[in-house]
């Protein structure tokens, strides 16, 4: 697309964002104003990927419902577009206006062994999940990233997990490969990833699809890396109890063993880099999938109490899915300004305070 068609396509895109009287709740609109726009539409980001504007902010342009509306299509990204992403960032993460200073903390893993097992007797916690995003340095997100690229990532993220130990090892299943039948049974039991998100669609992350995407997996399922989803990697620990401590203690080691051959990009103001702001920082989503009937009756007790924990209800096949069965997926909402072992002690801390509210309406 030349400039000119760039600048056109983003000024109406712009309109009928601004224009819609009925969605007025993303923090795209929020902040994006006509100055903003103006100083930004024709800029781009370094050669060669030169990623406009309109690359990053597509997705809120077409999906006025969306909560956020733009991902950085590379990591120059958040620098160039700086005065869109930076309060974006703050509102999403909750942070304090602060121009200078890093958002983010140095990574900290802390003393994995307070971490534990929330619900030994398996009475309202069906599994539990840790995930984090990384990109791999030198290489831009997944909305400019090029098919050649793509494959590159893949053959990069293969090769690191050869040298896998222990429990980590596992074998490399690439998309291609894999039947529409064993994908969807995958995707159910969640061990794979799907294509199909509409914010994501239109941002440009199924371009080339399935070429370069895949996952790598231990034969029970505990330890995975999604390759090329929404970012480079997604690297997931799981367990199919309530046992946060097992599943953190899986992660962190796994993570070392890839850092060993891949730089991941970071930066000093936001921590570790992801496509979408509100992962930024520690990446890290810390899950339960729980069923707490009791509670769940009184729907707006619930939100609330969530709300003042700091923590988010997906459905049961992740965001933008429904509950079923009752099975609400219960994570940390915040990724940013804290380290990792924060994170995962508040999700364990606000899941023994659900829990708790649920045993006293029993
Ligand atoms: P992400 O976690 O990467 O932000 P999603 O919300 O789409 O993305 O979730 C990804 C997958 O992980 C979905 O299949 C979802 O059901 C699954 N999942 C999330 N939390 C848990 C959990 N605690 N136990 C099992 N599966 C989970
Ligand atoms: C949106 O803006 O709604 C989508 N791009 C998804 C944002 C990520 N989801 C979230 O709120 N954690």
């Not at 539409?41 to 509306?69: I, K, N, Q, R, W």
């Not at 939100?303 to 965001?319: K, Y």
Request: net charge negative; glycine share 6%; proline share 4%.
């Amino acid at each position: 697309k030349s400039p000119e068609e760039y600048q056109e396509l983003t000024l109406a895109g712009y309109k009928s964002l601004m224009d819609d009287e009925e969605n007025v709740n993303s923090l795209l609109r929020k902040y994006l104003t006509p100055e903003l726009l103006e100083e930004y539409m024709l800029v781009t980001t370094s050669p060669p990927v030169d990623a406009y504007l309109y690359d990053c902010a597509v997705s809120g342009f077409e999906h006025h419902d969306s909560s956020v509306g733009i991902y950085a299509a590379d990591p120059d990204s958040y620098d160039v577009f700086a005065k869109i992403f930076d309060p974006i960032i703050k509102d999403y993460h909750a942070q304090q206006d602060n121009d200078s200073d890093a958002l983010q903390k140095d990574s900290d893993w802390g003393n994995v062994d307070e971490i534990e097992n929330l619900d030994p007797e398996r009475k309202y916690i069906i599994s539990a999940r840790i995930r984090i995003a990384r990109n791999i340095e030198g290489f831009p997100f997944f909305p400019k990233l090029t098919e050649k690229q793509f494959i590159e990532v893949e053959e990069r993220v293969r090769a690191a997990t050869e040298t896998m130990d222990g429990e980590h090892i596992g074998s490399y299943l690439t998309l291609s490969d894999i039947d529409a039948e064993t994908q969807q049974e995958m995707v159910k039991r969640h061990i794979m990833f799907h294509r199909g998100d509409a914010y994501l669609t239109t941002a440009g992350c199924y371009r080339f699809w399935p070429t370069g995407r895949g996952v790598y997996h231990n034969p029970a399922a505990t330890f995975l890396i999604w390759v090329n989803e929404e970012d480079h990697l997604r690297i997931i620990s799981m367990a199919p109890c309530g046992d946060l401590g097992d599943v953190y203690n899986r992660l962190v080691n796994g993570l070392q063993e890839l850092e060993k051959t891949l730089t991941f990009a970071r930066s000093p103001r936001y921590g570790f880099l992801s496509a979408c702001p509100t992962n930024l920082g520690t990446t890290l989503r810390a899950s339960v999938h729980i069923r707490l009937p009791l509670l769940s009756k009184d729907n707006e007790r619930l939100v609330a109490l969530a709300d003042e924990l700091q923590l988010q209800i997906r459905g049961t096949g992740g965001e933008h899915t429904a509950i079923e069965d009752g099975v609400m997926d219960i994570s940390n909402r915040r990724r940013l300004g804290f380290t990792e072992f924060e994170l995962v002690k508040s999700l364990q801390d606000g899941i023994v305070a659900l829990i708790n509210a649920e045993e006293e309406l029993e």
